[in-house]
């Protein structure tokens, strides 16, 4: 089944909404003669700006053949996982296909998993998913059932159908809860698209996701970055006359890697810049 790229509305109509394929809801039965709520997709919510996705980064360059892997994947999966080292740039190329989603598509949140306190992953989730759900389940029913309560998220997430980005999975302070969420929506979520960043691809979801390795910008990327970055307002002549296959070579092909050369003096040192400036 063909989907349009990172707008998984389905072509033939809603997911199935029978007890074998998304569970109990546990939502108030529709008046009878009312529309189905799952007849149309859910208008766009207003969601506070911690949970929106940021404008593109205006240096972002390269990496078409890695957008147009990840467009065909999220045609085909529910859950996508983007690695690759501290640095790469996987939020930001994240970002930026997110941003080229068609303009009729679901709605979109990004959840900085890393800002999120210890236990509160599934609560933000559930108030996310329900500011586009006119009729939202009643968890006080579902909290002792906890098999329920994923079924309920899925359900949530499919109804958007949403795109769920969730960023900085590294340092989620409760990896388990995570992988509960993920491995359920791997197997369950029909129209929903979760996207998730990640050094790494831990063991308990292989098989189960795709995952999409980030490459690192090639040295011909660099000087169009170069460029880029000036047009940003950036001052870049420390780095202008630099080969940009040493850069490459230096670097790793990183933007942190490239951005922490820039570095002034009087601004504290990324984690990077010594190793980098001895190189050079």
């Not at 979760?194 to 690192?216: K, M, Y």
């Not at 922490?260 to 009087?266: H, K, M, Q, V």
């Amino acid at each position: 089944m063909s989907r349009d790229v990172l707008n998984p509305h389905p072509p033939d109509g809603p997911p199935d909404t029978g007890p074998s394929a998304q569970g109990t809801s546990m939502r108030p039965s529709s008046p009878a003669g009312a529309p189905s709520r799952t007849t149309a997709a859910s208008p766009v919510p207003r969601l506070p700006l911690s949970l929106r996705l940021p404008n593109p980064d205006p240096t972002f360059v390269g990496h078409g053949e890695t957008l147009a892997t990840l467009h065909t994947l999220l045609q085909d999966h529910p859950v996508v996982v983007l690695t690759g080292p501290a640095g790469i740039g996987k939020s930001t190329l994240a970002t930026e296909a997110l941003q080229r989603r068609p303009p009729h598509a679901g709605p979109l949140a990004r959840l900085p998993l890393a800002t999120l306190p210890p236990g509160t992953l599934q609560h933000t989730l559930r108030r996310t998913l329900a500011l586009g759900d006119a009729i939202p389940p009643d968890w006080r029913l579902l909290d002792p059932l906890p098999e329920e309560a994923l079924a309920a998220l899925v359900d949530l997430a499919d109804a958007g159908p949403w795109t769920l980005l969730l960023d900085d999975a590294d340092h989620h302070p409760q990896p388990d809860e995570l992988l509960d969420i993920l491995l359920v929506a791997a197997r369950w979520s029909r129209h929903a698209r979760w996207i998730l960043t990640l050094r790494t691809l831990p063991d308990e979801l292989r098989g189960h996701v795709a995952s999409l390795p980030v490459p690192p910008l090639q040295p011909h990327d660099i000087p169009p970055w170069l460029d880029r970055m000036t047009r940003a307002g950036h001052d870049t002549t420390a780095l202008a006359p630099l080969d940009p296959d040493t850069l490459h070579h230096t670097t790793g092909g990183r933007p942190a890697a490239l951005r922490a050369l820039l570095a002034t003096p009087d601004t504290p040192d990324h984690p990077d810049v010594s190793r980098v400036r001895a190189l050079l």
